[in-house]
DNA sequence: TCTCACATTGTAATCATTACAATCAGAGGG
DNA sequence: CCCTCTGATTGTAATGATTACAATGTGAGA
């Protein structure tokens, strides 16, 4: 059986051939893609496939806790599936967003302060390494 | 002569009227305002004033420095004028913004790995200590 | 097989932001 | 003091991501 499947039972929510299509491509491509760009590349293999339902989708394995929203491009929200916490790089020159495994003391959602913390996002700006190397920017 | 129109000759942009209200409501109004909330307070004051305005006096002011961009609510751009590096929390409950100092081995703007840092943004989500303490949630 | 709750689909609405063209303003030169 | 010219401001229209909504499809359990 699958394994995708398994997840979906274990949450709590109905499996369709769509959310399963979403929930792999989001496990095996970690390139924190945008809604649309989910879209354009399921929609091949899924051609009735609708926008609306990758959004519904998104809400659901995001209400399940197997997908959190990145906040870093300033134009439509990136997703990532859930593995471990970990910080996020926006190089502007590629336009890739790279995972950053730096220690993060407030990764474990403890914070001074009384405020109750349900998620930590850690966002870098700036250049990677691979376009400093080609652009001697 | 006034505090703003020497900051803006300092970065060498033109000082005009609209510029110096919302440097000044930045700087005195530490709320993460977004576009419109600043476009709704000025315009009492300045009822000429155009939100395109808004969005090319902020971009000018970013330009500079002298504005960061919050990317922590998911509808909107929030603006904060730059002193210190700090991070942000949203508070799901009351919706607000806050400042949360916690010390971070990132702020400096070093970064192992090879990439280069202009930005680092630190957001949490959670629910403040007010609303903790009001609604018991 | 039937049924019903829930998922999917497509279209239309919403809303922040951007593009663009016309007008305005103010610093500097005559 | 007026002219000029660059850059700022304004208003309207376009863009594009996301959401709302209504109609249709589907699959698990009776």
Redesign the pocket.
């Known amino acids: 059986m699958d394994k995708y499947v398994d997840i979906l039972k274990k949450h709590g929510?109905?499996?369709?051939?769509?959310?399963l299509e979403i929930l792999r491509f989001l496990d095996t491509h970690h390139t924190h893609p945008?809604?649309?760009e989910i879209y354009m590349e399921l929609k091949k293999k899924?051609p009735?496939?609708?926008?609306?339902?990758i959004?519904?989708?998104?809400?659901?394995l995001k209400d399940c806790g197997l997908l959190v929203t990145l906040l870093i491009s300033?134009?439509?929200?990136r997703f990532d599936s859930l593995i471990n916490p970990h910080h996020h790089l926006l190089c502007s020159e590629c336009g890739k967003i790279l995972d950053i495994n730096v220690e993060c003391p407030y990764s474990r959602k403890v914070l001074a302060g009384g405020h109750r913390i349900d998620e930590v996002h850690g966002y870098f700006k700036g250049v990677c390494e691979k376009c400093l190397m080609k652009g001697g920017k």
């Open positions: 929510i109905k499996v369709t051939p769509q959310r945008s809604a649309d899924h009735s496939l609708s926008k609306t339902t959004y519904n989708t998104i809400q659901s300033p134009n439509e929200s």
